[in-house]
C-alpha cells in the first residue's frame, strides 16, 4: 500500500522558518518526481514546488521562489521542504504528492497545516 | 502559465442526476496532461481521471473524462451521495509545472 505521511507543520511566525516532511512507502521512491501542493484555508489548490527523482531538477513556484528549498532523501524514502522567511500568506495545509506518468498527481499524503502568526 | 477556468462555481443536483463539470484551458494542452481530483471536506484530493479520460485505480465508471486541445469535461453519470465533493482539473506543463483550476463544488439539490 502507498503511504505518504507528512510531518513538521505547526505554527511559524513571520519571517521564520520551519522544515516539512514528507515519509513514504509502498512504492519505487526514487523513481517518482515528488512535489508540493498546498491549499489555503477555504480556497483552492497551488503548485509549490517539484523535484525530479534525482534531484537534478527543481520548480518552485514565483511565490515561494528563494524562500522555500525542496530536497528528496531516497534512501530514506523522504523528501522535505525547508520553508524560510515565512509569511502570513503561505498559511496553508501542504501536501505531498507523485507524480504519475501523465503530470497527475496519483497519491497524496493526509498533509500538515503550517499556520504562520505572530 | 496555463489557467485553467472551471465552470460552474457551484453545480446543485439530486442524487441519480447526471454531473457535467467543465475546464477550459488558456492555452492549448499537449500530450494529454490534464486530470480530475475529488477532494471532500478535510481530506486531501484523489485522483479520478489522468491523462484527460483514463481512470485511476478503483473509480468507478460513473466518472468519465473527455476533450482536446483547450476545452475538457469530466461527467458523472448518476451521481450517488458519496459525490457530492469538489472537483478539480489539473494541467502538467514544462519545466515540472502544474496547475490547477479553481474547482466546481457538486451539492445536494
Known amino acids: 500500500e502507498v503511504q505518504l505521511v507528512e510531518s513538521g507543520g505547526g505554527l511559524g511566525k513571520p519571517g521564520g522558518s520551519l522544515r516539512l516532511s514528507c515519509a513514504a512507502s509502498?512504492?519505487?521512491?526514487?523513481?517518482?518526481?515528488m512535489n508540493w501542493v498546498r491549499q489555503t484555508p477555504g480556497k483552492g489548490l497551488e503548485w509549490v514546488s517539484s523535484?525530479?527523482?534525482?534531484?537534478?531538477?527543481?520548480y518552485y513556484a514565483d511565490s515561494v521562489k528563494g524562500r522555500f528549498s525542496i530536497s528528496r532523501d531516497n534512501a530514506q524514502n523522504s523528501l522535505h521542504l525547508q520553508m524560510n522567511s515565512l509569511r502570513a500568506e503561505d498559511t496553508a495545509v501542504y501536501y505531498c504528492?507523485?507524480?504519475?506518468?501523465?503530470?497527475?498527481?496519483?497519491?497524496w499524503g493526509q498533509g500538515t497545516l503550517v499556520t504562520v502568526s505572530s | 502559465e496555463v489557467v485553467l477556468t472551471q465552470s460552474p462555481g457551484t453545480l446543485s443536483l439530486s442524487p441519480g442526476e447526471r454531473a457535467t463539470l467543465s475546464c477550459r484551458a488558456s492555452?492549448?494542452?499537449?500530450?494529454?496532461?490534464l486530470a480530475w481530483y475529488q477532494q471532500k471536506p478535510g481530506q486531501a484530493p484523489r485522483l479520478l481521471i489522468y491523462?484527460?479520460?483514463s481512470r485511476a485505480t478503483g473509480i468507478p465508471d460513473r466518472f468519465s473524462g473527455s476533450g482536446s486541445g483547450t476545452d475538457f469535461t469530466l461527467t458523472i453519470s448518476r451521481l450517488e451521495p458519496e459525490d457530492f465533493a469538489v472537483y478539480y482539473c489539473q494541467q502538467y506543463g514544462s519545466s515540472l509545472r502544474g496547475t490547477f483550476g479553481q474547482g466546481t463544488k457538486v451539492e445536494i439539490k
Open positions: 491523462a484527460v479520460s
Open positions: 492555452q492549448s494542452i499537449s500530450s494529454n496532461y
Open positions: 504528492a507523485n507524480t504519475g506518468g501523465f503530470g497527475d498527481l496519483n497519491y
Open positions: 509502498g512504492f519505487n521512491f526514487s523513481s517518482y518526481i
Open positions: 523535484i525530479t527523482s534525482s534531484g537534478r531538477y527543481i
